[in-house]
């Protein structure tokens, strides 16, 4: 201990009494705690200790809001991805509508256009998932 700690401790006798009730606090909270940890394994014998329990409830918990978090983010995500993917295959198709009226094609309809049949479906089933769950509604743009 450095002679400026010791001068210190010499200078404040009220700070020795402090340490030692708060190493005396310490030691019977110690105490308890272990006395208290002994009934409830008497008490409730597998794992049933009241303390453990609740310290697994509050993690439980916690772990149960992040994850709600986590899906909706998610949810989130997959809905960003959607649209986008919404946006580009209505943007290609008038691309390709375009481009088949100006070569004299006859344009692809709705019911001949597997890539956007398949998409509408998937929209359609996300959709009717994330209402019936959330109850949130969407339009589709299609």
Known sequence: MGHHQRQQQQNHPS???LVYLLSKSN???TT???KLEREFQ???PDNA???KLVTRIKKIQ???SSLKD???ELLSAKQDLIDKARMSLVNNRSLVQRMQASSGIPPTNDSNDPAYTNLNQIIAEWTA???SKTGVHFISLF
């Open 129 to 131: 998932q994330l209402s």
């Open 27 to 29: 030691n019977d909270l």
């Open 70 to 72: 986590q899906c909706r």
């Open 15 to 17: 700070m020795d009494g």
């Open 62 to 64: 916690d772990d149960l």
């Open 42 to 44: 008497q008490t409730y």
């Open 32 to 34: 308890v705690y272990n």
């Open 49 to 51: 200790n009241p303390l």
